[in-house]
């Protein structure tokens, strides 16, 4: 019973953490603006989901670096959009 628990709880946190970059990725692209976007915020949220794919590849835990690269792919998509709407001529 409580490893279903744990696995309804990491279930949930995982899906909120990959959703959560969802409605910025939205509206940098709808408004073409990202000025108020924290480059540096980005950047270490970046670099922590590195370390979260690769503490999941370490354990050999597919949900732990399944999620993380998810939530990677989505920050970076985030810091990419950044890029180009601040490199405006």
């Known amino acids: 019973m409580s490893n279903l ?3 309804t709880v990491g279930t949930a946190a995982a899906l909120c953490s990959m959703s959560s970059f969802a409605p910025q990725i939205v509206k940098i692209w709808r408004d073409r603006d ?3 976007v924290s480059l540096t915020m ?8 590195c370390l979260w794919t690769g503490y999941g590849l370490i354990i050999a835990s597919w949900p732990v670096t399944v999620s993380n690269l998810i939530c990677l792919a989505m920050a970076a998509a985030v810091l990419a959009l950044k890029w180009r709407f601040s490199r405006r001529d």
């Open 34 to 36: 990202a000025a108020e």
């Open 5 to 7: 628990v744990a696995n």
């Open 42 to 49: 980005y950047l270490v949220t970046v670099a922590g989901f």
